[in-house]
């Protein structure tokens, strides 16, 4: 009898436990991006710290996301961050400090992944550095 018990409470765990995989097809139209700083056109000095802030959500699981700052004039990447998260919504919070003493242009580039093989959207913000 309790062998019994034991097997069943077993085959229910095991049941329970599985998970069914999303069949959804991809859909990086359908993600949502919403970056709060930096704001476009603002303009930053030596010194300042640059916060990168935005909101991500997906109808499905994120693969992850990428944030770029690159100069404008020149496509030189200043500041490169890659995190694989694999959830439907995130938050990004970070922070960066520009040292340079040229003024130059800068585009944030917040490309989000939806899939295991690259696929995703992007949204770019751009703003100014005067040193």
Known sequence: MRSGILVSLILITAICSCQKKDSTAPDPASVSINIT?????????????????????????????????????????????????????FNIHDKWVNTGTQATGLKLTLTAIVDHDGGGTEKNIDFEYQP
């Open 37 to 89: 700083s930096p704001a476009s056109g603002q303009v930053y000095h030596s010194g300042d710290t640059i916060s990168i802030d935005a909101d991500v959500t997906y109808t499905s699981e994120l693969h992850g996301y990428e944030v770029k700052i690159a100069d404008t004039a020149s496509g030189f990447v200043v500041y490169d961050d890659a995190q694989h998260v694999h959830d439907d919504h």
